[in-house]
């Protein structure tokens, strides 16, 4: 229990609270937190996430180092300051005040290796006034050999180390529509390498860097939770959410090989008194030909407060019949995580060839392995469960286990569902909780 968590010596820890805030300012690069701006508050956030998994918004971390003035001086939550201890080297918060010296990590250069600062109460050794010659000369010999292999090394960086490039999103949450900012970091160093960089947005479309910006926008149109990839030469080198949430339920049309456009359809009262459908004229009215080939995605995204790795979903479905451009019925059920996703595609038997899987970072594709196991006729209704619990997961389809594995990436958090069908389909009911908290999903009915 920590110090303010028993009401005890408040000063003091709001004291180690600044110490903390300094330890941050100065792995961060500017030590002089007074003159960050709010660009460094935003990327500092971005930083934290990727190092913590912990997300602090950039208005918290204002209060917490006084740059938002409150009429009292702002004390973080446990897991807010664990994240802080964590981003200095520390394993949380306690072992953070536990540490008497509670010396921070200077990174010299990023290819050297870490030093360590010495204690404020242990005295720095100071070399004699007086100085033989020898010693001078050693000393200055010395010197210049650091300096020129940090010179040697320096320029090595400079010149091209790729792995200095990272994506960095400035508004990484909204609603829906949503135009996300992207920026590079360390672009310039690799600008004569910028033909074999792309990023690919999550959504089916994606940028070729054109060797001259370091800033895209991307337009997401589809309620849910992306995550846009960083990629050279058609290697993922870094990736970054981005989540565009809902308020209840949402129903968005597309029609196949019509990349350039959604077709977003007004459902006041959706899945309440029985109305657990769109209908053809509802669709047409959005624009959809729907004597084409076309899909339908229901979709509740926020965050759930619900563990990604331990809970149990039912949802009751009916697919499509057969109508035109729908001859392999389909639902496809994805749970949107913080890292990572779950996805199942249930097709008509026969049609098992088009179908896929996704526990996190496990997949099944039917083009190469033919997973059979997902073809299952639903157009007169069935209930397909997905059951999680510690990172193992298994798949029902109407009682029956078809799939069950164990993932390695923790997904966390849960962000919503997406239910897409091919064609009308309908949903019946909706029953996802967390096996360890009991909480429900706002989204069920």
């Not at 997300?55 to 409150?70: D, E, H, V």
């Not at 657990?276 to 076309?294: L, M």
């Amino acid at each position: 229990m920590s110090i303010m968590e028993n009401g005890q010596d408040k000063a003091s820890t709001l004291d180690l609270l600044d110490h903390c805030c300094q330890l941050v300012a100065d792995t961060y690069g500017k030590p002089d937190s007074s003159e960050w701006t709010n660009s460094d508050f935003v990327r500092l956030s971005s930083i934290l996430y990727k190092k913590t998994h912990v997300q602090i918004s950039p208005n918290t971390l204002k209060r917490i180092f006084g740059k938002i003035k409150t009429d009292a001086r702002y004390y973080p939550q446990k897991a807010t300051r664990d994240a802080l201890a964590q981003y200095v080297g520390f394993a949380d918060w306690d072992k953070f005040i536990d540490t008497p010296s509670r010396q921070p990590v200077r990174l010299v250069h990023p290819d050297t290796p870490p030093v360590l600062l010495p204690p404020a109460d242990i005295p720095v050794p100071q070399l004699p006034v007086r100085r033989s010659r020898l010693k001078s000369f050693l000393l200055a010999a010395l010197a210049l050999m650091v300096i020129g292999i940090a010179g040697w090394r320096g320029l090595l960086f400079w010149q091209g180390k790729e792995t200095a490039v990272t994506l960095f999103c400035k508004n990484p949450e909204g609603g829906n529509p949503h135009s996300a900012v992207f920026v590079l970091r360390g672009f310039g160093h690799v600008s004569r390498l910028t033909n074999d960089y792309s990023i690919e947005f999550g959504d089916n479309d994606k940028v070729q860097l054109n060797g001259r910006d370091s800033v895209y926008s991307h337009y997401y149109e589809v309620p849910g939770r992306y995550f846009a990839v960083l990629k050279k030469a058609g290697t993922a080198i870094d990736t970054v959410p981005v989540f565009l949430h809902t308020s209840g339920w949402t129903a968005t049309a597309n029609m196949m090989y019509d990349t350039t456009r959604v077709y977003p359809i007004e459902t006041p009262g959706l899945f309440t008194k029985g109305y657990h459908s769109i209908s053809a004229p509802e669709i047409a009215r959005a624009g959809v030909d729907t004597n084409r080939t076309f899909f339908v995605n229901f979709i509740n995204a926020h965050l759930t407060g619900i563990d990604g790795d331990n809970f149990e979903l039912l949802v009751d479905v009916r697919t499509s019949l057969p109508r035109p451009g729908v001859r392999c019925s389909q639902v496809r059920l994805t749970i949107y995580g913080d890292s990572s996703n779950h996805m199942v595609d249930i097709m008509k038997p026969g049609c098992a060839h088009w179908s896929k899987l996704q526990f996190s970072e496990l997949h099944k594709d039917g083009r190469s392995e033919g997973p059979d196991f997902l073809g299952a006729d639903l157009t007169a209704g069935g209930i397909v469960g997905v059951k999680v619990v510690n990172r193992h997961a298994t798949l029902l389809i109407n009682g029956r286990e078809v799939y069950k594995n164990t993932y390695h990436k923790a997904l966390r958090q849960l962000y919503g569902l997406d239910i897409m069908f091919a064609g009308i389909g309908s949903i019946r009911s909706v029953q996802l909780k967390d096996l360890k908290t009991g909480k429900r999903f706002a989204g069920n009915f």
